[in-house]
């Protein structure tokens, strides 16, 4: 079932235990390696590692060595009992074999920083086959950051997530988005406990509710040391997430193949607020998603749809900011564009006809104080006697 643990078997000294993703905890982000990765949960995770002996952690830790993420134990396709294990084995596929790392001088070389699983599954049938890509790199300092990834795939068509409504929108249902033709839920920062920004859970955008979310970003060491454009790509990403929105599903019911039923989204960033300052490093310290909807259709039955949407960002000249947290807010506000029909008008006027002569001699003036105001039209000439 989706969000349960998935299964893995070392065939070696035949023992269960489950794929791990690790996260980082407290405020500095210290990897946790016992966080299980769930079925179907498609998501990134980082974290720090950190070294008190840079060359035994580079000849002993497995967790800088890309073998230690797909050797010597296989994928189970669902959960099994020991029994079933023979069956239910899928190898993990490198996409490329990074060496071991090595020490050389005060630098260990190949060491893993992201490790990307990409898993094909079948419905009920499970997963399917399972390969997995390293980016390695050279640590010589006594910390590293690691970034972990599982992206889910149905062999036999798109997986989507649950519809929103069928068609309009269901006010509280999740917003969709659109990424790499897949149909996924917007969502924005969420804080931790101490109130630095969560690098794994974030909050889910429902249709139709304004809401706004404010967290502290930690600028790392190594982010400082890396170019302008690094540092907007990682405060980018924590502000849209890792998978980030493309367009927006019009309808709660919107299908990923069908591109009239998809919105664009007008983005507007920090490169358009530069100005003429070329030595600035302007930096998004703020989001605004603002959706325009409206009720269409049948007055009896209206359905609600997006019209448009917007990603505003405010930035700030990295040169004014002299702490190592960066606050970081998100709002996002819906807007209602229907336009109402006119009420429909009341029943015509009673009309009276009348002869001319009715006026003259004024013998019926005591019948016409007694009657309701009407309208009155003549349909003789009228000839003064």
């Given at each position: 079932?989706?969000?349960?643990?998935?299964?893995?078997?070392?065939?070696?000294?035949?023992?269960?235990?489950?794929?791990?993703?690790?996260?980082?905890?407290?405020?500095?982000?210290?990897?946790?390696?016992?966080?299980?990765?769930?079925?179907?949960?498609?998501?990134?995770?980082?974290?720090?590692?950190?070294?008190?002996?840079?060359?035994?952690?580079?000849?002993?830790?497995?967790?800088?060595?890309?073998?230690?993420?797909?050797?010597d134990?296989?994928?189970?396709?669902?959960?099994?009992?020991?029994?079933?294990?023979?069956?239910?084995?899928?190898?993990?596929?490198?996409?490329?074999?990074?060496?071991?790392?090595?020490?050389?001088?005060?630098?260990?070389?190949?060491?893993?920083?992201e490790?990307?699983y990409?898993?094909?599954?079948?419905?009920?049938?499970?997963?399917?086959s399972?390969?997995?890509?390293?980016?390695?790199?050279?640590?010589?300092?006594?910390?590293?950051?690691?970034?972990?990834?599982?992206?889910?795939?149905?062999?036999?068509?798109?997986?989507?997530?649950?519809?929103?409504?069928?068609?309009?929108?269901?006010?509280?249902?999740?917003?969709?988005?659109?990424?790499?033709?897949?149909?996924?839920?917007?969502?924005?920062?969420?804080?931790?406990?101490?109130?630095?920004?969560?690098?794994?859970?974030?909050?889910?955008?429902?249709?139709?509710?304004?809401?706004r979310?404010?967290?502290?970003?930690?600028?790392?060491?190594?982010?400082m040391?890396?170019?302008?454009?690094?540092?907007?790509?990682?405060?980018?990403?924590?502000?849209?997430?890792?998978?980030?929105?493309?367009?927006?599903?019009?309808?709660?019911?919107?299908?990923?193949?069908?591109?009239?039923?998809?919105?664009?989204?007008?983005?507007?960033?920090?490169?358009?607020?530069?100005?003429?300052?070329?030595?600035c490093?302007?930096?998004?310290?703020?989001?605004?998603?603002?959706?325009?909807?409206?009720?269409?259709?049948?007055?009896?039955?209206?359905?609600?749809?997006v019209?448009?949407?917007?990603?505003?960002?405010?930035?700030?000249?990295?040169?004014?900011?002299?702490?190592?947290?960066?606050?970081?807010?998100?709002?996002v506000?819906?807007?209602?564009?229907?336009?109402?029909?006119?009420?429909?008008?009341?029943?015509?006027?009673?009309?009276?006809?009348?002869?001319?002569?009715?006026?003259?001699?004024?013998?019926?003036?005591?019948?016409?104080?007694?009657?309701?105001?009407?309208?009155?039209?003549?349909?003789?000439?009228?000839?003064?006697?």
């Amino acid at each position: 079932m989706a969000g349960d643990p998935i299964q893995t078997y070392f065939a070696a000294s035949s023992v269960l235990s489950t794929l791990r993703q690790p996260v980082g905890m407290d405020a500095n982000g210290v990897c946790i390696d016992g966080n299980p990765a769930g079925f179907l949960v498609s998501k990134s995770t980082s974290c720090i590692r950190t070294f008190t002996n840079l060359s035994s952690s580079c000849a002993t830790d497995p967790a800088l060595d890309a073998a230690s993420y797909y050797r010597d134990f296989t994928i189970l396709k669902v959960p099994v009992n020991t029994t079933d294990v023979k069956l239910m084995q899928v190898s993990i596929a490198p996409v490329t074999q990074p060496g071991a790392p090595q020490m050389d001088g005060n630098t260990c070389h190949s060491v893993v920083h992201e490790v990307i699983y990409e898993i094909e599954f079948n419905g009920t049938h499970g997963i399917q086959s399972v390969s997995v890509q390293f980016k390695v790199t050279n640590v010589s300092g006594s910390s590293l950051q690691q970034r972990f990834t599982l992206h889910f795939w149905s062999g036999t068509s798109l997986y989507t997530l649950p519809r929103s409504g069928n068609p309009g929108y269901i006010i509280g249902a999740p917003l969709l988005s659109l990424n790499s033709g897949a149909r996924q839920h917007v969502t924005i920062l969420q804080s931790q406990g101490n109130g630095i920004c969560s690098q794994t859970l974030r909050y889910k955008v429902q249709f139709g509710m304004n809401v706004r979310t404010s967290c502290h970003f930690s600028i790392l060491q190594t982010m400082m040391d890396g170019s302008c454009s690094y540092l907007q790509e990682k405060l980018y990403q924590a502000l849209e997430g890792v998978s980030s929105p493309q367009a927006l599903a019009i309808t709660g019911s919107a299908q990923p193949t069908q591109t009239d039923q998809w919105t664009s989204i007008l983005m507007w960033n920090c490169s358009m607020q530069a100005g003429n300052c070329a030595s600035c490093c302007m930096i998004p310290v703020s989001l605004k998603i603002q959706v325009l909807w409206a009720k269409v259709g049948l007055q009896s039955n209206p359905q609600t749809q997006v019209l448009g949407a917007r990603y505003w960002y405010q930035c700030q000249s990295l040169k004014s900011l002299s702490m190592t947290m960066v606050p970081l807010t998100t709002v996002v506000a819906f807007t209602d564009m229907t336009e109402w029909p006119e009420s429909p008008r009341s029943q015509p006027s009673t009309y009276w006809k009348v002869p001319f002569d009715f006026f003259f001699p004024f013998k019926h003036s005591q019948f016409l104080k007694s009657m309701k105001p009407v309208t009155l039209i003549l349909v003789e000439p009228f000839i003064p006697r």
